[in-house]
């Protein structure tokens, strides 16, 4: 009962992350910058994303362009659209797979199907927090090196954005759900996992011993 509830818990715990992750793909907000001018009437912030670049003006106007080019983007941004579209994939898999293979479920069939499952659901969302992990540090390094580089301008550093924040939770809510998965299903049956040749040849050895004892009465 403690590890299905574990289990429920890890598979919360995952779907959070992926919308996380999700959220955090889609989001423009990567790099801000605010450039106040010289009244408030003029200020504007500059929002920066992995798919497009928007503006928002005090006015109220907001504008977004689309980034089409890939090749003109740096290699940060490439490197982060890679690794977070291949976490939302992976967070996808193990969603279906956990599904199947948590113990509240009356998918999979038999335990050691369901405890395959659960394994890879949680391999899944290990893989799939460190593909969401690793973009999110990167861009923070390269926003902080840009920032305190005494040679750019003011008008062309930025801060990291609501979005760095929100990909770096929801990476590391699927990093704890893919380890209590993982644990879980090796607390399970140990013995069934380290020694499953001793388990077979428990289960063939048997039905030899009662064909054996019967040949032996037809004989008395």
């Not at 607390?187 to 380290?194: G, I, R, S, V």
Request: proline share 4%.
């Amino acid at each position: 009962m403690a590890s299905a509830r574990l289990q429920l818990l890890a598979f919360v715990l995952a779907l959070s992350g992926a919308s996380g992750v999700l959220t955090a793909t889609l989001l423009p907000n990567w790099k801000v910058n605010v450039d106040a001018g010289s009244n408030i009437i003029t200020a504007v912030v500059q929002l920066q994303g992995l798919w497009m670049d928007c503006t928002w003006y005090s006015t109220g106007m907001f504008s977004c362009t689309l980034k089409f080019s890939v090749l003109s983007l740096p290699v940060h941004v490439q490197a982060a659209r890679a690794t977070t579209v291949l976490a939302c994939v992976l967070a996808a898999l193990g969603i279906c797979a956990s599904t199947v293979g948590m113990k509240c479920t009356r998918l999979g069939g038999d335990g050691d199907t369901k405890r395959h499952a659960a394994l890879a659901g949680g391999v899944c969302f290990l893989c799939a927090g460190v593909s969401g992990l690793i973009p999110t540090v990167w861009y923070m390094r390269e926003i902080v090196a840009n920032f305190l580089d005494l040679t750019v301008p003011e008008s062309n550093k930025h801060e990291p954005g609501g979005a760095v924040y929100i990909g770096f939770i929801s990476a590391m809510l699927l990093l704890i759900a893919g380890m209590i998965f993982c644990m879980s299903c090796m607390k399970q049956t140990p013995e069934a996992w380290l020694h499953p040749a001793k388990r077979q040849q428990a289960l063939t050895t048997q039905p030899e011993g009662n064909s054996a004892e019967y040949h032996l009465k037809d004989y008395v």
